[in-house]
């Protein structure tokens, strides 16, 4: 097994609000391992951008209240200086998110933009800075760079400047990349080159943590899967075992709700009934117990997350293995309605 | 195809254009060029069916939405509501009809009033077109008994849409769709901003009122698994034209489009497997500007197929058979005998000529031609 590159230990992120302490992320570990790409899905508000954004130290702030651990190379980051998350940020853990925008600098030429983010990390001379601005513009696919390279992130469409995004992100040649829902925001046609050029810069890219909505892009690139629902991880595994063994019956309905462009029409749409948790005052035991039509007298209990379906799977729900198999399934598709 | 009014048809949608003039000068506006959001347009809505409409951002979707219900004043062309051209009604005029067409939008919450109750925003409606014969209290009874249908509380009359979930607030602006018991809806990507767990409750909601009430819907969406689920027929714009119409499930075991193609095979399906056994088509390039929309054929400059033909004749939307029209000079999957016996469709805009595709034996040896 690849060794562990990152390793993300009972992470706790709580805002203090108005309203009272929103536990946005509540126990949260996992690894990631070298070269792979570890997907993290899951319902809006359940904790996935703040715990990306932990790692890269950027959820610091008054409100904020941390516990838990995130190692990487010896250190670890949740403690860490600002000194040294700056060393880190950028140059060995390099996030792209939804709307490139947000880290574009719209006065700034993006060339410029790209070559400071190289010295800002390397004693390199303007010029060498440029030409390696230039090429990692046409290494991500942006036609003519030697021109485009003076232009303004305005003057760029938004799959270029996605594309500009993943430029910047590798010209220090990270060991990480974080890519909070990078194709979210694109066109579909556009988002299938963004994921195919993600997929052509693997082994450049060194590991990668996608954070995503869509199970369709998991499916295409990811290694393993996290499953996250109200700030924990629900279940975890690879590829395979998700998609096709999956053990949580959020993970069920997640699958189950999908309206696919192939395959057999279902004549209703399954679907996960009730709305999300409150992460301000959580349903004691099990997350999902509200929304889940399984609960059973155990499930008041917070079930430990845990290897029950052997495998490298873990899941957090107290059904036997046996018990899933025989509710999970609807209409020959997975789903998280009982068999009728 | 405009005269005889087909009596089935609830809108009828005739060559309909929508330009948006893009001014510049600082003393004097002077109109330097024009964004073709909607192109010579052409389609009926039959009384009960789902038309989806799909296409990339900018393709015009919501522009013809809006053109539906007159909150645009379209450049050219009609569109008739039972019949009625609603293009040329005055305000007064068509005061009355508002309530036969209402619209649900894709951000639930940016629709709704923050500082009115639940109770007002589906009741006001009623008040405003004279629904309230019995009253402030009948108003009432009607709204919770709406809230009730949508799967909201009677109790959720008096709360703040803040209060509520993506997928409640969405139901709210369902509710007050429906206060006026219209004959169309037109929803505009009424699930885009919500979950998927959320979007399958909405969409279950929308096809049962569908059946209670008899309801026509344009469904507005990128999202193409929603659009199948939802829809009889589909329409695929690119560019502002609506380059195939087709019967829904035929559209994704058919497409003939090179566009609907691409766009079909973009989608990642949510299986590992099958992904990997797919052969996928990867459209170069972006989608070019509507404001100086490449000549002919609108997809020349992405599509793989493109000969020259394509970006010097404007192809014609033709007819395959079973309502299933496609503007292309190269179609796919269709077979030699479709191609012979298909006609130039009463739909196609007035730009094209009628330069019918030639069966496939015919272009393959005119491309060996030209290449050579
Ligand atoms: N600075 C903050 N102060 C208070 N609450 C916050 C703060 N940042 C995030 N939250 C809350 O934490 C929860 C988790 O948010 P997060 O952004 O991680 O969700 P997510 O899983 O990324 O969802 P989405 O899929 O919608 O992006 C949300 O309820 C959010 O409102
Ligand atoms: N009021 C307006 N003035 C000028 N241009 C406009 C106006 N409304 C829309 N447009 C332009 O018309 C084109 C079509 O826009 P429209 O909003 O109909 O697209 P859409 O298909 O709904 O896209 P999306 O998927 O992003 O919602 C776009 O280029 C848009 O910028
Ligand atoms: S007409 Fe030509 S360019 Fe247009 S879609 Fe068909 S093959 Fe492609
Ligand atoms: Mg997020
Ligand atoms: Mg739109």
Avoid at chain 2, 153 to 176: C, D, L, M, T, V
Avoid at chain 2, 270 to 298: F, H, K, M, T, Y
Wanted: net charge negative; charged share 25%; glycine share 8%.
């Amino acid at each position: 097994m690849a060794e562990a590159l990152l390793t993300v230990e009972d992470l706790r992120v709580g805002f203090e609000t108005d309203d009272g302490r929103v536990q946005a992320v509540d126990g949260v570990s996992f690894e990631l391992r070298e070269g792979e790409v570890l997907a993290i899905v899951g319902e809006s508000g359940s904790g996935k951008s703040v715990t990306a954004q932990t790692i890269m130290g950027l959820t610091r702030s008054p409100n904020a209240a941390f516990e838990g651990r995130i190692g990487f190379e010896g250190e670890d980051l949740l403690n860490a200086s600002q000194e040294q998350l700056r060393r880190v940020r950028g140059n060995e853990i390099a996030m792209i998110f939804q709307d490139p925008m947000t880290s574009l600098h719209p006065v700034y030429k993006l060339g410029w933009q790209i070559a400071e983010q190289i010295q800002a990390h390397e004693q390199v001379s303007k010029a060498d800075a440029r030409e390696r601005a230039t090429e990692l513009l046409r290494r991500v696919g942006i036609p003519s760079p030697e021109s485009r390279i003076d232009n303004y992130p305005h003057e760029f469409s938004g799959g270029m400047r996605q594309r500009a995004m993943i430029a910047m992100a590798l010209a220090n040649s990270p060991r990480i990349l974080i890519a909070d829902e990078p194709t979210t925001a694109l066109d579909v046609t556009i988002q299938a080159q963004i994921i195919s050029l993600i997929g052509d810069l693997r082994s450049e890219l060194g590991s990668v943590i996608l954070i995503t909505h869509d199970l369709g892009v998991v499916a295409e690139i990811a290694d393993r899967v996290l499953v996250m629902y109200g700030g924990m991880v629900v279940e975890q595994g690879t590829l395979e075992e998700l998609f096709y063994n999956p053990q949580h019956p959020y993970t069920w309905g997640l699958l189950g709700s999908l309206a696919r462009v192939d395959g057999v029409k279902p004549r209703r749409l399954p679907s996960i009934a009730g709305a999300p948790p409150s992460l301000i005052a959580p349903p004691k035991g099990c997350r999902f117990r509200t929304r889940c039509p399984h609960e059973f007298d155990r499930c008041a209990e917070l079930p430990p997350l845990a290897a029950r379906a052997g495998g490298t799977q873990i899941d957090r729900c107290w059904l036997s293995p046996q018990e899933k198999a025989a509710k999970r399934a609807v209409e020959g598709r997975i789903g998280l309605e009982a068999t009728a | 195809m405009s005269e005889a009014a087909d009596t089935d048809a609830l809108v009828e949608v005739d060559h309909l254009k929508q330009y948006f003039p893009i001014k510049s000068g600082l003393l004097i506006d002077r109109e330097v060029a024009r964004v073709h959001a909607v192109d010579d347009v052409t389609f009926s809505l039959r009384r009960g069916e789902t038309f989806g409409v799909v296409g990339e951002s900018g393709c015009g979707k919501s522009t013809l939405s809006r053109c539906l219900l007159r909150l645009l004043d379209p450049t050219a062309g009609t569109v008739r509501f039972e019949g009625r051209d609603i293009t040329t009604l005055s305000r007064a005029q068509l005061r009355p009809l508002r309530s036969e067409m209402q619209m649900i939008f894709q951000d639930p919450y940016a629709s709704l009033n923050p500082r009115k109750r639940v109770g007002q925003i589906v009741g006001d409606p009623i008040k405003l077109h004279g629904g309230a014969k019995g009253g402030e209290g009948s108003v009432k009874t009607r709204v919770q008994t709406l809230l009730e249908r949508v799967g909201l509380q009677a109790e959720h009359y008096n709360r703040f849409p803040h209060e509520f979930s993506g997928g409640q607030r969405q139901r709210i602006g369902i509710a007050r769709a429906l206060a006026l018991e219209p004959k169309l809806i037109v929803a505009d990507e009424p699930v885009s901003a919500l979950d998927v767990s959320v979007q399958a409750q909405i969409v279950n909601l929308l096809d049962d009122l569908q059946d209670d009430f008899g309801l026509t819907y344009v469904f507005v969406a990128h999202d193409l698994g929603v659009v199948r689920h939802v829809s009889d027929r589909v329409a695929v714009m690119y560019l502002g034209k609506v380059v195939e119409v087709s019967p829904a499930e035929e559209l994704y075991t058919k497409p003939v489009h090179p566009y609907t193609a691409a766009l079909l095979s973009a989608i990642p399906i949510p299986d590992p497997r099958e992904n990997r056994a797919r052969r996928r088509v990867v459209l170069q390039g972006d989608v070019p500007s509507p404001i100086d929309p490449p000549p002919a054929c609108r997809f020349h400059t992405r599509c793989p197929f493109a000969t020259e033909v394509c970006s010097t004749v404007e192809p014609p939307l033709v007819d395959y058979g079973g309502g299933h029209l496609v503007a292309c000079h190269h179609p796919q999957n269709v077979s030699e005998q479709e191609i012979r016996a298909a006609t130039v469709a009463p739909e196609s805009p007035v730009s094209a000529g009628d330069l019918l595709p030639e069966p496939r034996g015919d272009s393959a040896r005119a491309a060996a031609q030209s290449s050579s």
